[in-house]
């Protein structure tokens, strides 16, 4: 609990944007919380920099206004996440304050709401009994939110272990009352609530175990799960200039991924992109309950004209949240859009602080940072034997669309799933953009991951999925041939290559995100649709010239696209088959001169 | 100061009046107020339509968007722009005028007295001839205004900003004489943070009110990797590009380039529902047509196919790309519909049967 009269105080001595110099009276400690009391509004910051008397802080809110000899307060603790029941589908500012319960249309500094819902009643029920030994972590009972559930842990920042001297009787408590005391080996009591605090910036550790990520995770989406598939657990970083379809990805991604819980990590990006998923969540069905798909879903949303001091928290506050839910053994979704302009936001501060630059004038330890948030990632296996992950997939919108910036680069050391989009793709509207040859899933290289894989789909499915990225190889060169010698000036073979090609591209990459059907293809269909595409394209077709070769590919393109946006298995679905069949049959007895 | 009094107003970046006229009544309110809490916005979706098919149709605004124009300097955006705002159905036109030339503002001033809308335009303009800095108080003074008609008044309020690349240069000068370390291109470290304090006051409020904001940013030779138009990019909810059409000899919005982030909002939804379909199809097929432009080009010979895109996309953008198309969404899709049966077979278009059954003509 905050006692703030016992901490130290200060006086604001310099102003520089939002990074403001205080004179403190006492001892204060690194990334200590202080308020700065302007005109009886306390404007929440954080301790940066130390040195001598001088405490530089960083606020996160807009400091017009502010005046030197305004009085600071300080906290005596780090900037902390509040954690308990009540967090899913809420909304959150980047430190964890409740959206909805502040006032007004706009966001007026010092308005500190609640994270969690301090009057509401929950039904408790204990899952274990007096008199076990407990540690961090493990789970004293649990409470039902919405679909989850919820577990209430012994709290984190506890250290060794402890009675269990009483746990309260199944009932309605608020979260602040107390379920559960604890008794040390010195015989002191530590009685434990619904809600804990955990300081953002430090990784909550209670599990025993994080083994490599080997689990597929299903997303949906064809060219990812088919050709680059990522795990529970996995990390992944999506690149890309603006306009190549990132926020739509991720979107999708947030929709219809194998998660218990999604959290979204709207980090200086556009307000009307939180708007939509405020507008659609609570409408959309989560294909995995047939639940509403805001159930499942936080949002943290520090948007691009939020202050830029929060905009660093806020994926630190997502993260919490997300350890905090898979300690309880729940898949994690958590999804950052974007990585860069939080990189931007340290970069801002650093920049405030005189430090000497790094390259594109980022702090120079923006690698090990970078590297370190991606690490709380992972799959684990908590005290109990049960596992939990947390599958983080972050975006980088990369200046000027320039892979070679700090951010990608760090990025692509920490992540190990690569989805490039492409502007080439995304303007000619092949959406998704990932471009399939330049991306990569390094999971593909796990014993544990292929492993699972086969028994997903089959035993020869990686042969498959390297044909068809081999044929899209092939068709590029082809694709370049064609240009350079003209249609005549090369074999017909070459034509049939670059249509193979492209009808990988029309049938299985591309896929269109705003349809009902075809946004979401599920690991089933995805087998069935690279097999039959695989089959119909590897079929000796037989052409008389080059020009046959278009109309024929078109036809067959058309009968798959068509069979994307058709239930799978319906009627209507089987009789695209038969076209299929029947176009194919065509081409390969039919045609009597090559044979 | 912002009250009724500001409307058929001309200002300087502070406010006082440049027209000749009193110094308006209202109240005072401090400029660059803190921003919207997102949960009180509403989704934008309601079609702001301009009449123009490249725009309306393949890249369609929405009321509460943000969009610029990205443009060479010597690309007619400010008269496009103008024609855009006397089009769409505003309440209010706040024109912000940054780095103005004398010319182009008297250009501004001119056509909307001509169009007899003088009575909804609010103008803070910053020509050439005033010093620099005071570029970096127009936009504030711009939306401030705009904010009092869209949530007090609950108005559709369209702001023009133009040219945000003098507004960027003007911050690097300051940014500079506070010994801050240049980023990218020497622009502040901060230019994403500055620039998006501006463009994200564009939204649709509750009440209905909304404030939408249309921006030029020009280019220097075309570059939109220049930390300006890069930043606007990460910003905006798409961009326009103009470009001159040497086969019809006319500007047309570029299909390519451009983009509207919000039009899924509304195509398919406000709009007849084969709109996204056949906007994609059309797009695709004069795609096709540049390649087979390019095989021209150098000396191959077309094949039947190629020879057919090259005229579906005369056609296409005289009739559908053209700046100077006024007409309304359903006929846009129907001529879409009519090229298509011209040049080409149900099967090259790749649009679901639901659609060919029903509006394919042959």
């Known amino acids: 609990m905050m006692v703030i009269n016992q901490n130290s105080k200060g006086k604001v001595h310099g102003i520089i944007s939002n990074l403001v110099i205080v004179s403190v009276d006492g001892p204060i400690i690194q990334n200590e919380i202080c308020y700065i009391i302007k005109e009886d509004i306390p404007l929440m910051a954080e301790v940066i920099k130390t040195s001598g008397q001088m405490a530089y802080v960083q606020v996160f809110e807009n400091t017009t206004g502010l005046k030197i000899g305004a009085h600071v307060e300080f906290t005596g603790n780090m900037l902390e996440a509040t954690l308990g029941p009540g967090l899913l589908s809420s909304q959150y500012d980047g430190l964890l304050h409740d959206l909805k319960s502040m006032k007004g249309t706009f966001l007026q500094p010092g308005d500190y709401t609640s994270t969690v819902d301090l009057e509401r009643f929950w039904n408790f029920s204990p899952t274990v009994d007096k008199g076990t030994l407990v540690r961090a972590g493990d789970w004293l009972g649990s409470v039902i939110e919405n679909n989850v559930n919820h577990r209430i842990m012994v709290p984190f920042t506890l250290e060794g272990d402890y009675l269990l001297e009483n746990i309260f009787p199944e009932g309605s408590y608020k979260v602040t009352d107390t379920i559960a005391i604890l008794l040390d080996n010195h015989g002191k009591q530590t009685p434990v609530t619904m809600i804990q605090k955990w300081p953002v910036k430090k990784a909550i550790h209670v599990y025993t175990d994080k083994p490599r990520p080997f689990k597929i995770m299903e997303t949906g989406i064809r060219v990812i799960d088919t050709f680059s598939p990522i795990t529970l657990g996995g990390t992944g970083f999506i690149p890309g200039p603006f306009g190549s379809g990132k926020t739509v990805l991720q979107q999708s991604i947030s929709k219809q991924a194998e998660a218990d819980i999604v959290i979204v990590a709207a980090c200086g990006e556009r307000a009307n992109e939180i708007v939509e998923i405020f507008a659609e969540f609570p409408q959309l069905d989560d294909p995995w309950t047939g639940r509403k798909l805001i159930e499942r879903t936080i949002i943290i949303a520090n948007t691009s004209n939020m202050p830029v001091a929060a905009r660093e928290a806020s994926m630190y506050s997502a993260m919490t949240l997300a350890e905090y839910y898979r300690s309880m053994g729940l898949n994690v979704l958590l999804l950052a859009d974007s990585t860069s302009r939080w990189a931007q936001a340290l970069r801002e501060m650093s920049n405030r602080m005189e430090e000497l630059p790094g390259p594109d004038a980022f702090p120079m330890d923006l690698p090990t940072i970078i590297s370190n948030f991606y690490s709380r990632a992972g799959f684990v296996y908590l005290n109990n034997g049960q596992n939990g992950s947390i599958t983080f997939i972050g975006t980088v919108s990369p200046a000027g669309g320039n892979l070679r910036e700090p951010v990608t680069e760090s990025t692509k050391k920490a992540a190990r799933c690569f989805y490039a989009l492409s502007q080439a793709r995304a303007d000619s509207k092949r959406y998704p953009a990932i471009d399939p040859i330049e991306s990569y899933s390094k999971y593909l290289e796990y014993d544990e991951c292929i492993a699972t894989l086969n028994s997903t789909f089959s035993d020869d499915w990686l042969i498959k999925i390297n044909l068809l990225k081999n044929m899209l190889r092939k068709g590029k060169d082809a694709a370049d041939q064609i240009n350079i010698l003209g ?49 119909s394209i590897s079929k000796s077709l037989f052409f008389d010239s080059f020009e046959e070769v278009r109309p024929f590919f078109k036809k067959l393109i058309n009968v798959f696209q068509q069979m994307n946006y058709r239930e799978f298995m319906s009627d209507e679905f089987s009789n695209h088959m038969q076209e299929l069949h029947d176009l194919i049959q065509h081409n390969t007895i039919h045609n009597p001169v090559n044979l | 100061m912002v009250g009724n009094d500001l409307a058929g107003r001309f200002f300087n970046a502070f406010g006082l009046p440049i027209d000749g006229g009193p110094k308006p009544e209202g109240k005072e309110v401090a400029v660059a107020g803190p921003s919207v809490n997102p949960i009180r916005r509403k989704l934008p979706s309601e079609l702001l339509a301009t009449g123009i098919a490249g725009i309306d149709m393949n890249n369609t605004l929405v009321t509460g968007q943000k969009i610029p124009f990205f443009a060479d300097a010597n690309q007619p955006f400010n008269q496009v722009m103008a024609l855009v705002a006397l089009r769409a159905k505003a309440d209010k036109i706040i024109l912000g005028g940054m780095g103005l030339l004398n ?43 705009a904010e009092y008609f869209a949530i007090e008044k609950n108005e559709k309020v369209l702001v023009l900003l133009t040219d945000m690349t003098l507004y960027a240069d003007a911050l690097s000068i300051v940014s500079n004489r506070m010994d801050q370390i240049p980023s990218k291109d020497s622009m502040p470290g901060s230019l994403y943070s500055d620039l998006a304090r501006i463009y994200e006051k564009a939204a649709q409020f509750e009440e209905g009110g909304s404030i939408t904001i249309m921006a030029v940013t020009t280019l220097s030779g075309g570059d939109i990797t220049h930390s300006i138009p890069d930043n606007t990019g990460y910003i905006t909810e798409g961009q326009l590009f103009l470009k001159y059409n040497t086969d019809i000899g006319k500007v047309i919005i570029d299909p390519f380039r451009s983009l509207s982030r919000l039009k899924n909002n509304v195509i398919g939804k406000k709009t007849r529902k084969d709109h996204p379909q056949v906007m994609n199809a059309s797009i695709r097929l004069y795609l096709d047509a540049v390649n087979a432009k390019t095989k021209l080009d150098n000396g191959f010979e077309l094949t039947e196919y190629d020879q057919r895109t090259l005229k579906y996309s005369y056609e296409y953008a005289d009739r559908l790309l053209a700046i100077d198309v006024n007409i309304d969404t359903t006929r846009m899709l129907d001529i879409a519909w009519e090229l298509f049966s011209k040049y080409f077979s149900i099967e090259e278009l790749g649009i679901k049967s639901t659609f060919t059954d029903l509006y394919w003509k042959k």
């Not at chain 1, 269109?512 to 069935?528: G, V, Y």
């Not at chain 2, 609010?122 to 003074?141: K, S």
């Open chain 2, 103 to 145: 010319d182009d503002y008297l250009f501004f001033k001119n056509i909307f007295e001509n169009a007899g809308a003088l009575h909804k335009i609010v103008c803070f303009a910053n020509t050439t001839e005033d010093p620099p800095i005071e570029r970096l108080l127009i936009p504030d003074m711009a939306l401030i205004s």
């Open chain 1, 487 to 535: 249609d005549d000036g090369v074999s017909i073979d070459t034509h049939v290559t670059f249509w193979q090609s492209e009808t990988i591209d029309f049938v299985i990459l591309q896929q269109d995100a705003f349809d009902d059907i075809d946004c979401r293809t599920p690991l089933e269909r995805q087998k069935f649709m690279v097999n039959i595409v695989l089959e």
